[in-house]
Every structure is written in structure tokens, then in C-alpha cells.
């Protein structure tokens, strides 16, 4: 009887296994990511865990994605501003040397139309740049958001946050009380 009783009970201790924890006192937002007080980016479930399910579920994953979409979008429009600016800018160095060539007496050009259609890619690397100029606006918004958003969280945690807790409730390693400071 006695050996059952304590293995019970040694399957039991590790439930009530005090386990230090440590909770930032201050968190931040950097790049996209909350840091805590050494700096360290802090990994998902410890923030899920500081700030609570509510505030994880419906922001901070929302914000990290806004923020992240927001650095392709500025990445992918850059690039496409920088392709419609080299269109625009060949055509118009084919054109002018043609012109060169035109005022020295040899044109390259068999017709008129042959000129209209190196001004029309012109016309259209504008475009393309432009094309890309709106979508490196949107990133600039996205990322903008995200980020506003993910210092909402850290605010909240900075300024809610109370002392010391303790309750009851499951843990990593078990069942048990939870003091947290």
C-alpha cells in the first residue's frame, strides 16, 4: 500500500513543480517582431501567452501578416518601377540615337511608324513604372498598418499588465499553480 501511495504521489509532483518563468517587464516592437527587455525576438506562444488569446488571435497575427505583405508589396513594386524606368529609358536611347544619327545625315529607320513604336515603349515603361509605384504604396500602407498595430499590442502589454499572478491552470509541464512576476 505504501508503494502505491507513493508512486502516486511521485506522479503528482511534477504538477505542483514550481517553474520559474520568465516575463519580460517591457516589450517593444521592432521589424515587424516584439522584443523583450534583452532585445530578443520573442517567439509566438510567449506572446500569445503574455498578451492573452483575445489580443493574439485578433491583432497580433493579423499585424505581423499585414506588416510582412507590406515589405513584398514595397519589394515587388520597387522592382517593377525599376523594370518600367529601364523600358523607358532604352526606348528613349534608341530614339535619340537615331536622332544623332538622323542629324549627321543616316537614318536607321526604314518609316516614321519605326519611330512611333520606340516612343510608344516609352510611353509604356511609364506605365509599367507607374504600375509599380502604386503597388509600392500599397506595401508602404500595409506595412504602415501592421506595424501601428503591433505597437497597439505592445502598449497594451506595456500598460496592463499587472504585477504579480498567480492561478491555477495547465502549464507546459502539467497541471498546477502559476505564479507569474
Known amino acids: ?3 502505491i501511495l507513493l508512486a ?10 514550481a517553474l520559474a518563468q520568465y516575463v519580460p517587464s517591457q516589450i517593444e516592437q521592432s521589424k515587424g517582431r516584439l522584443l523583450d527587455d534583452n532585445g530578443e525576438v520573442m517567439p509566438d506562444f510567449m506572446v500569445r501567452r503574455l498578451v492573452g488569446d483575445e489580443i493574439f488571435e485578433e491583432t497580433y497575427l493579423g499585424a505581423v501578416k499585414q506588416y510582412k505583405a507590406g515589405k ?4 515587388g513594386g520597387g522592382l517593377v518601377v525599376g523594370a ?7 526606348s528613349l536611347g534608341v530614339f535619340f540615337v537615331n536622332y544623332v544619327n538622323i542629324w549627321k545625315g543616316e537614318n536607321l529607320w526604314d518609316s516614321f511608324s519605326q519611330a512611333k513604336d520606340v ?9 509599367i513604372a507607374g504600375l509599380g509605384a502604386s503597388v ?5 500602407i500595409f506595412k504602415t498598418v501592421g506595424w501601428k498595430r503591433l505597437e497597439w499590442v505592445a502598449e497594451e502589454y506595456n500598460n496592463g499588465r499587472p504585477a504579480v499572478t498567480l492561478r ?3 502549464g507546459e509541464y502539467g497541471t498546477g499553480l502559476v505564479l507569474n512576476f
Do not use: Q
Not at 8 to 17: G, I, K, T
Open 1 to 3: 500500500m505504501k508503494k
Open 8 to 17: 502516486v504521489m511521485l506522479m503528482l509532483l511534477p504538477a505542483f513543480a
Open 72 to 75: 513584398w508589396l514595397m519589394l
Open 84 to 90: 518600367g524606368v529601364a523600358v523607358s529609358g532604352v
Open 119 to 127: 516612343i510608344s515603349w516609352f510611353y509604356r515603361g511609364f506605365s
Open 136 to 140: 509600392f504604396t500599397m506595401g508602404i
Open 168 to 170: 491555477f491552470g495547465a
